[in-house]
T-cell receptor
């Protein structure tokens, strides 16, 4: 089945530095990828939709300059948390639908394993 | 955008009893409704889904019902087992139009042995 690889799984950084998180679709092409943020014991909050070859679409309230998204190829999307602060500490998860959209019976949204960011 | 509400936020049941989790959505154009199970520190896993042209779907001990008119859908788990303990999320999406998924707030289910 479809596999999404996310890296790194854990990262600790100092306040003011930038952190890049990668999301790769390993056995399928993903023209679209989604980035979610999850606080402890809370739901998945959609941050942005990453589109291959064009600008990402951000959800209301998400700072574009803070969370830079680049969808460099059909298998890679990156999220860069710029000038990270302690309040950016969170669990970030990417996901991707298979190319061509939903198909009958398919596991339509495949999640990466998540990246736990801790900003000191 | 879509607004998905989920209740209850926490649920404890005795092993063998049933558990029901309910969600409502706001966007009448949403037509795909998956349920995900997430264990602590792990990625969400799809457990069952339903499309808007179907009212009910069942897979062994898990079932989902959908009421399009009322814009609500529910997850039913029968004969619960301790390994069912996890956080469950409902989601709503418009299939084939960007596929953005909007998640409910989650339900932490504890099955007491």
């Amino acid at each position: 089945g479809a596999v999404v690889s996310q890296h790194p799984s854990r990262v600790i950084c100092k306040s003011g530095t930038s952190v890049k998180i990668e999301c790769r679709s390993l056995d399928f092409q993903a023209t679209t990828m989604f980035w979610y943020r999850q606080f402890p014991k809370q739901s998945l909050m959609l941050m942005a939709t990453s589109n291959e070859g064009s600008k990402a679409t951000y959800e209301q309230g998400v700072e574009k300059d803070k969370f830079l998204i680049n969808h460099a190829s059909l298998t890679l999307s990156t999220l860069t948390v710029t000038s990270a602060h302690p309040e950016d500490s969170s669990f970030y998860i990417c996901s991707a639908p298979p190319s061509g959209g939903l198909t009958r019976g398919a596991n339509v949204l495949t999640f990466g394993a998540g990246s736990r960011l801790t900003v000191l | 955008g879509e607004n998905v509400e989920q209740h209850p936020s926490t649920l404890s049941v005795q092993e063998g009893d049933s558990a029901v989790i309910k969600c409502t959505y706001s966007d009448s154009a949403s037509n795909y409704f998956p349920w995900y199970k997430q264990e602590l520190g792990k990625r969400p896993q799809l457990i069952i889904d339903i499309r808007s042209n179907v009212g009910e779907k069942k897979d062994q001990r898990i079932a989902v019902t959908l009421n399009k008119t009322a814009k609500h859908f529910s997850l039913h788990i029968t004969e619960t087992q301790p390994e069912d303990s996890a956080v469950y999320f409902c989601a709503a999406s418009r299939a084939n139009t960007g596929n953005q998924f909007y998640f409910g707030t989650g339900t932490s289910l504890t099955v007491i042995p």
